[in-house]
């Protein structure tokens, strides 16, 4: 039987008296990349935690979470082998490089450590194995050449990188990535939806990218998912973005999401 990458239903989450997800359902299907896309604070960052299982929706609304046919939480509640899920979903929502003076070889490897114990991890990645597997893996995200380097001398691009370099040896089949979070990467908008695309088209992977590019929706993902107020106001293909009425998304204001669709699409429809 065929399961959706990830399905999620009525995500209820309350923080200070306030929703800040409304009963929000979602289902991705395998290969997919879908860009959660909204303006400030309307919940792209707490649905990632909650899809990956960091973070628990409400109990009692009836919420269910399921990843690659796994159950993740059911009504609030973690599934209590939640560790052998957790293996299939990878969340990039910082860039700290947990091991900055080793190599970044070595950081890579590190991924091996969700899917086993501890002590499993310390033989498994042992030798030319785990070379083996994390160069690979580097070549992927594009760091084959700072593989013998310290960790510690990368951009903060490159530890993107290196986070995704360590999803891949973890095995995941679900990438969700919070542009939102990753502040020191402002200017990088581009390369980071440019780079999960590519990923998901060489190895199949499903990337969820919350962002608040509008370009990064058209240019690179096959679904956009409109979140305002905690709620899901749009759901469907990027280019229907620009004729939708969309709120909490003013139409005229410079830089805003009219503005911020036309270039790309402009350049799509020359091409």
Not at 71 to 98: K, T
Not at 213 to 234: M, Y
Request: a positive charge; hydrophobic letters at 50%; aromatic letters at 4%.
């Amino acid at each position: 039987m065929r399961y959706p990458s990830i399905d999620a239903r009525r995500l209820t989450v309350t923080q200070g008296g306030r929703r800040v997800l409304d009963e929000v359902s979602i289902s991705v299907e395998r290969g997919e990349r879908v860009a959660l896309l909204g303006r400030g604070s309307v919940g792209r960052s707490t649905l990632l935690r909650v899809l990956a299982g960091q973070q628990m929706a409400d109990r009692g609304s009836g919420s269910r979470v399921h990843v690659v046919g796994r159950e993740v939480q059911l009504d609030g509640v973690p599934f209590r082998r939640l560790r052998r899920v957790r293996r299939h979903v990878a969340l990039v929502d910082n860039l700290s490089v947990p091991l900055p003076l080793a190599s970044v070889l070595d950081n890579a490897a590190l991924g091996m450590a969700v899917r086993w114990p501890a002590w499993q991890w310390l033989t498994a990645t042992r030798g030319a194995d785990r070379q083996q597997r994390a160069g690979e893996a580097l070549a992927l995200v594009g760091l084959h050449a700072w593989a013998r380097r310290r960790a510690a001398a990368l951009t903060s691009p490159q530890r993107l990188r290196l986070a995704l370099a360590r999803a891949m040896m973890q095995g995941a089949d679900v990438l969700l990535v919070d542009r939102a979070a990753l502040a020191e990467l402002a200017d990088a908008g581009e390369q980071i939806a440019a780079l999960l695309a590519a990923l998901s088209e060489r190895t199949g992977a499903t990337v969820v990218l919350a962002t608040d590019r509008p370009a990064d929706a058209l240019a690179h993902c096959t679904r956009a998912v409109l979140l305002h107020a905690g709620r899901v106001v749009f759901d469907g293909p990027p280019v229907a973005l620009g004729s939708a009425r969309l709120p909490g998304w003013p139409a005229a204001s410079p830089g805003d999401w009219q503005a911020g669709l036309a270039a790309p699409l402009a350049a799509r429809l020359a091409a």
